[in-house]
């Protein structure tokens, strides 16, 4: 049975051009704000655990979940698969610019962005095209060149892939170091950070998202590295963050 009564996040309409869509915010109202970008599933149960836990860390952060998919969700690899490969992402760009200016409309003075797998992706191209973006976080995701160059960076980034991730220039260890060098041309702030003997997704950590990992093949569980790298992304957004 499914119940709302329980959800921490408040769902709000954000409007951008001639198109709305649902945003889904949690933490402390004038906190620092952080957009928490999807992976390929959707707005499913892991990003939203990904975004209470963000609004947890430290002093607290005001996280916003930006539906990109405008309410749809995977549930299997071959769903989110045509979801993924259905995404505008230059709209899926101008989503997040939307995102966050209503944050600084909203009682955050300063705005990170943070995604995972394609939302990982899309917080580099935040850090380029969205001028408004103070800091990224990027979790195992790169933008194809068409869509942004993060040699073009504007705000501080920080990466995390693992070691084992398999996907063949969007997050393995090719696509780490190069992503490295683009950031280096840039001249802003950056952290590349690999995790040895880790796979993509290795920040799932709920019982659904480590079941769903083994049966795409990755049965890699490191609770050392997910905690290292969550006490990266704080240090990172609250040097950024802070005003």
Known sequence: MATTESSPFKKVQIQRD???FDA???GREDAPGIVVIQEWWGVDYEIKNH??????????????IPDLYRGKVGLDVAEAQHLMDGLDWQAAVKDIAASVNWLKANGSKKVGVTGFCMGGALSIAGSVLVSEVDAAVAFYGVPSS???????????????????DNFVGFSDVTAAKALEEKLKASGVP????IYTGNAHAFM????????????????????????LAWSRFETWMTRYLSS
Do not use: C, W
Not at 190 to 193: K, L, P, R, T
Not at 206 to 222: A, F
């Open 18 to 20: 001639d198109t709305t």
């Open 24 to 26: 889904y915010v949690v």
């Open 51 to 64: 975004a209470v836990k963000i609004s947890q860390l430290g002093t607290g952060f005001k996280a916003l």
């Open 146 to 164: 068409q869509l942004a160059d993060p040699a073009q960076a504007k705000a501080p980034v920080q990466a995390h892939f693992g070691e084992l």
């Open 190 to 193: 950056h952290e590349v950070h």
């Open 204 to 227: 799932n950590r709920s019982s659904d998202g480590i079941q769903r990992r083994k049966q795409m093949g990755m049965p890699d569980e490191d609770e050392a590295a997910v905690q």
